[in-house]
C-alpha cells in the first residue's frame, strides 16, 4: 500500500521555524513536494525535488526561507521552514505523482501566530 505520511507541523511564533516531514511507503517516487492550503483559498504548490537533487519553488514568497530536502535512503522528504510569517499559515501536505495517480499526505497544519 502507497501511502504518504507527514509531520512536524504545529504552532509557531512570527519568525520561528519549522521542519516538516513526509515518509513514502510502498513506492519510491521520482518528485516529491509540497503544497499548502490556507484557509478560504487553492491548494498551491510550495516546492519539489527529484530524487537527484533538482529543486523547484512556486514563488518567491518562500524561495530563501523554505527549503526542500530528500532522504533516499529513508523515502523521505523534508521542508524546512525559516522566517515564518502569519501568510505561511496553512494546512501543508505532502505530494508525489506516482505512474496511474497523485499521492496525497494527509495534511499537516502549520500556525504562525504574530
Known amino acids: 500500500q502507497v501511502q504518504l505520511v507527514e509531520s512536524g507541523g504545529g504552532l509557531v511564533q512570527v519568525g520561528g521555524s519549522l521542519r516538516l516531514s513526509c515518509a513514502a511507503s510502498g513506492t519510491i517516487f521520482s518528485i516529491m513536494g509540497w503544497y499548502r492550503q490556507a484557509p478560504g483559498k487553492q491548494r498551491e504548490l510550495v516546492a519539489t525535488m527529484d530524487r537527484g537533487g533538482n529543486t523547484n519553488y512556486a514563488d518567491s514568497s518562500v524561495k530563501g526561507r523554505f527549503t526542500i530536502s530528500r532522504d533516499n535512503a529513508k523515502n523521505t522528504a523534508y521542508l524546512q521552514m525559516n522566517s515564518l510569517k502569519p501568510e505561511d499559515t496553512a494546512v501543508y501536505f505532502c505530494?508525489?505523482?506516482?505512474?496511474?495517480?497523485?499521492?496525497w499526505g494527509q495534511g499537516t497544519q502549520v500556525t504562525v501566530s504574530s
Open positions: 505530494y508525489a505523482p506516482g505512474l496511474t495517480r497523485t499521492y
